[in-house]
């Protein structure tokens, strides 16, 4: 979906209030209801948080006015949970509209109008933020008194979700000097670019698009877009009924080495989350854990005792590479020159390349692996030290916003990138696809083995769906939204990212 300016966001409500109409659904009540949702939602994933108060923050304009209808909608659905309303707004000031849901508002409610900090009275110990103070309006600097409430919030370090955008983040470029520090931002109608740019992406957390039917269609294309949910289910959609394990795409693995085991195996189980029809598995020393039954092992240890793969592997890897669609090479695979003519081989067949880890420190030390290529599509799954690697090999221009980086970078070595960090960009060769922020995930997948599983899951996506780049954007979308089942952040394991990942497409397709 494309990103918008907070002028645009302005035309495309206010053409929809015009064709609403004379409906008792205003964009308000659809967008705060949504709201209540996701708040429930996220509160049911995380147990810490269930029992603790929601303590909604409302400013003066609409963005306040969505908290106090959401505070609404949601205490009336769970009554006894503890709610608490500061308003920047006195109720003998509300529009219409605002005064007409908070004279809704249950009795178990409390709600208190204040200025500033010093006003803020019977707060609890913990609890849950729900940030509605400012909106996309906001540009330039905080107010005074704006500021010690957002420094008062932030001071708190409780768990956060912002209402459309992060109070006292530019919607239009993401900048600001005082800023709610959000866990998730719940962006109405249309993604802002302010967002996902600058200050956005250290401050807003993980995004979740509400859809309140805005016809976001007309927003003009700008340089780069974000993958959604609603993009992820259209690539999980019925089979053939006489499809079988060859017609649902055919992956080869090759990755892990005798000091790294573990790698092939976090790859091998992202690829199971998303599954595919056939998954070979090249391995040098079987890892420590089960290999599950559905890999078809290639057992490439020949009793040398060498580190990794080496020539003497190079035939039974090209038999099984000819048969598949995609081949994944890379993780904890190590170095050597044998690995090089090794890739170099693998390149010369017309097939999908996911190139992740190690693979990348390859072609970064041996740049001419990629000349004369006969891929069909190669994606490289670099982090941030293996990006800068590529960028000093093949003189890539860094004095630019990531997105550009990741852009030329694609361009440069006419491959996809999957630029990984808190927000990860995506980006293509080709100048009619445009580059793709992420806006889920989170630095709780900043851990090692967490690459490995993506990698694993961009590249089984990828041999059963014809446009590789929307195969590897879910890849993405899929393993960052895995952290919205994460109960706690601290305790996080990465083997939780595959069993979440089914979770998210178990809710968005049957098949």
Request: aromatic share 10%; net charge neutral.
């Amino acid at each position: 979906m494309q990103l918008a300016y907070a002028d645009e966001v302005y035309q495309l409500e206010n053409e929809a209030r015009l064709s609403l109409s004379g409906n008792d659904d205003s964009l308000m009540t659809s967008a705060s209801k949504q709201v209540a949702f996701f708040i429930e939602k996220h509160l049911s994933a995380r147990p810490s948080l269930q029992n603790l108060p929601l303590v909604f923050f409302a400013g003066r304009g609409n963005n306040g006015g969505d908290a106090i209808a959401s505070a609404m909608f949601f205490s009336k659905k769970f009554p006894n949970k503890k709610i608490i309303i500061y308003s920047l707004t006195n109720p003998t000031e509300f529009n219409d509209e605002i005064g007409h849901f908070y004279r809704q508002l249950p009795k178990q409610v409390d709600f208190f109008s204040i200025n500033n900090a010093d006003d803020i009275k019977n707060f609890p110990q913990n609890a849950v933020i729900i940030d509605g103070l400012l909106g996309i309006g906001f540009k330039g600097s905080c107010k005074e008194n704006l500021r010690t409430i957002i420094n008062f919030i932030n001071e708190k370090e409780f768990f956060t979700i912002a209402i459309d955008i992060p109070s006292g983040l530019n919607a239009n470029d993401g900048s600001g000097e005082t800023i709610i520090r959000a866990d998730i931002t719940l962006t109405i109608g249309v993604p802002k670019i302010g967002l996902y740019v600058n200050h956005g992406v250290e401050y807003s957390g993980i995004i979740e698009f509400l859809d309140i039917n805005l016809n976001y269609n007309a927003i003009p294309q700008k340089k780069y877009q974000t993958f959604l949910l609603d993009d992820c289910r259209k690539l999980f959609k019925r089979r053939k009924f006489d499809d079988y394990k060859k017609t649902m795409g055919q992956l080869l693995i090759i990755a892990g080495s005798r000091s790294y085991p573990g790698a092939a195996l976090s790859a091998l189980e992202g690829a199971l989350a998303v599954n595919c029809g056939m998954i070979y598995f090249a391995i040098k020393k079987r890892p420590y854990g089960i290999i599950p039954n559905e890999a078809i092992i290639l057992d490439c240890d020949n009793g040398d005792n060498s580190e990794t793969f080496t020539l003497a592997d190079l035939p039974k890897l090209m038999e099984t590479a000819r048969k598949v669609d995609t081949i994944l090479i890379g993780p904890g695979l190590q170095t050597n020159s044998d690995l090089k003519e090794i890739l170099a081989n693998l390149l010369s067949l017309e097939k999908n390349f996911v190139i992740d880890a190690d693979a990348i420190n390859l072609i970064a030390q041996y740049p001419e692996i990629l000349q004369n290529n006969k891929a069909k599509n190669i994606v490289l799954t670099p982090h941030a030290g293996e990006m800068t690697r590529l960028a000093e090999t093949f003189n890539i221009a860094e004095n630019c916003n990531q997105i550009d980086f990741a852009k030329n970078a694609a361009l440069k070595l006419n491959t996809y990138i999957v630029l990984k960090g808190a927000k990860t960009i995506t980006a293509s060769p080709n100048d009619s696809e445009v580059a793709n922020i992420s806006g889920v995930g989170s630095y709780a997948l900043g851990k090692g083995g967490s690459g490995d599983i993506l990698a694993g899951v961009i590249a089984a996506l990828s041999t059963k769906h014809k446009n590789f780049f929307n195969a590897v954007n879910c890849g993405v979308y899929l393993h960052g939204a895995s952290v919205n089942y994460i109960e706690s952040m601290s305790t996080f394991r990465v083997s939780e990212i595959p069993k979440n990942i089914k979770k998210t497409i178990g809710e968005i397709s049957p098949f």
